[in-house]
């Protein structure tokens, strides 16, 4: 199934489109583009358009700046917010080099490389991500502000929730484009919402994110407010997560799901817990990438912070839901949504995969409040912390042959280089919190 190029070109002509969108991501998941008119549509679908890889950031050096773009004619979709008459649709792309091999930067493609190793073991990955985000005012210059437009909370429905004409515009926008959507509410802190749509295979749903970031930042505009996937945007209150399900399926047939075993999760999906598990402190680095990432990995805000799973509570890294059979998942809750989905998919999709290798057995679940614990009590019960800054989940990252290799040489070094310059520009400014509480005691 899919589409061909025949089938774009047909399609573009039909709906009258009149510029496409060429979109990949650079290393750190932001959404490119370059536009062409239609009359350049075949020359795109066969892969002859070039962009200078030396102005996307962690691409390549001036030197060998050239790239060439090849589309994904499945991903061609319109933009239903642009005019009907002069259409735009876009075609998300695989960045490759000039002599015509795969770039080792591209994040898509190292997202495939982690699925053909799935694939050779006979598994597809489904992930259904959970992309929490906020809605702010924007001030008279159109900048965003911090003020939340409500003052609802988890589930609320009008007249509290003035995000709702918002929302319902994302949804309808996003069903327009072929998104499957189960349900969208209010979360829990105020200005906070979800937009939740039906699981796919990890290379659509990577697609779909990025989609997804861009048509809810757009729609928020086109109602004067901005959409924010920060991570924790304000202090005191929950932040905004991405809590990924992932399953394995082999055909139509869930692996994970095992009736006649102890809570009724198969051998795999244990060992793909316990996978999670090991690599966790290091793909961190990669599911959590800004400074401000670890400010939401704290207690009391429905973030994850100890690495132990559980079959009910929120408070552990992984939480099973209760759904068996074709829905049995593995619900990873300390991505949040300013991570490259791409890259966060291949990282945790080749952690648990070396725990079905390697036929780890993860620690019983935990079913009590990690979070009541005392830290003595966490010791007894080894249940170790995520990183606590990017810095130090980067050490985590650069001991950990398995996830570096998911990544890959380029990708890392790069990562790795603009990483350190971000928590250096950090960790010397002064900030206000230090001023607060030193200026006048010392
Ligand atoms: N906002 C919470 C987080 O940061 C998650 C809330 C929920 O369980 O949906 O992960
Ligand atoms: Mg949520």
Redesign the pocket.
């Known amino acids: 199934m899919g589409f061909t190029n025949e089938d774009v070109l047909r399609m573009a002509e039909e709906m009258n489109v009149k510029f496409i969108r060429m979109q990949f991501t650079d290393i750190f998941g932001i959404l490119k583009n370059v536009s062409i008119p239609v009359s350049q549509l075949p020359k795109a679908l066969e892969g002859e358009i070039q962009f200078d890889g030396s102005s996307i950031e962690g691409f390549v050096r001036i030197e060998e700046s050239d790239m060439n773009l090849r589309p994904d004619p499945n991903s061609f979709v319109l933009f239903p917010w642009r005019p009907k008459d002069g259409a735009v649709a876009r075609l998300i792309c695989d960045v490759y080099n000039p002599d015509g091999t795969p770039f080792e930067g591209c994040p898509r493609g190292r997202l495939r490389i982690a699925i053909e190793e799935a694939e050779k073991m006979g598994y597809s990955m489904n992930a259904g991500p959970?992309a929490?985000f906020f809605l702010f005012h924007t001030d008279a210059d159109g900048r965003p502000t911090l003020v939340t437009h409500d003052q609802a909370g988890y589930f609320d429905l009008t007249p509290v929730d003035l995000g709702e004409n918002a929302r319902r515009d994302m949804v309808m926008t996003l069903t327009d484009m072929g998104f499957d959507i189960e349900a969208s509410h209010h979360?829990?802190a105020p200005g906070q919402h979800?937009i939740d749509f039906k699981y796919d295979d990890a290379l659509t749903m990577a697609d779909s994110l990025v989609t997804f970031r861009f048509v809810v930042r757009t729609v928020a505009q086109q109602h004067g407010l901005t959409a924010s996937f920060m991570p924790k945007p304000i202090f005191g209150i929950?932040?905004?997560?991405m809590?990924v399900n992932q399953s394995l399926f082999a055909g139509d047939k869930n692996v994970f799901f095992d009736p006649d075993s102890k809570y009724q999760l198969s051998k795999e999906a244990l060992s793909y817990i316990a996978g999670i598990m090991e690599h966790a402190p290091a793909f961190t680095a990669i599911t959590n990438p800004t400074i401000n990432s670890y400010k939401?990995l704290v207690p009391g805000?429905?973030?994850p912070v100890y690495i132990a799973w559980s079959q009910r509570n929120?408070s552990p890294l992984i939480r099973i839901p209760a759904r068996r059979g074709l829905g049995t998942r593995v619900e990873v809750?300390s991505p949040d949504p300013s991570c490259n989905p791409y890259l966060a998919f291949a990282v945790m999709l080749a952690a648990g995969l070396d725990g079905i290798k390697r036929n780890l057995t993860p620690p019983p679940p935990e079913e009590g409040n990690i979070f009541a614990m005392s830290a003595e009590e966490r010791v007894r019960h080894n249940i170790p912390s995520l990183p606590g800054s990017i810095e130090e989940a980067l050490k985590e990252l650069e001991k950990d042959q398995v996830i570096l290799d998911s990544l890959g040489e380029h990708i890392w070094n790069r990562f790795r280089e603009a990483k350190i310059i971000e928590w250096d520009l950090y960790r010397t400014q002064v900030h206000k919190w230090e001023v607060d509480r030193y200026l006048a005691k010392f």
């Not at 929950?238 to 997560?241: A, D, I, Q």
């Open positions: 959970e929490e979360e829990v979800e929950n932040g905004s997560g809590h939401r805000y429905e973030a929120r809750r």
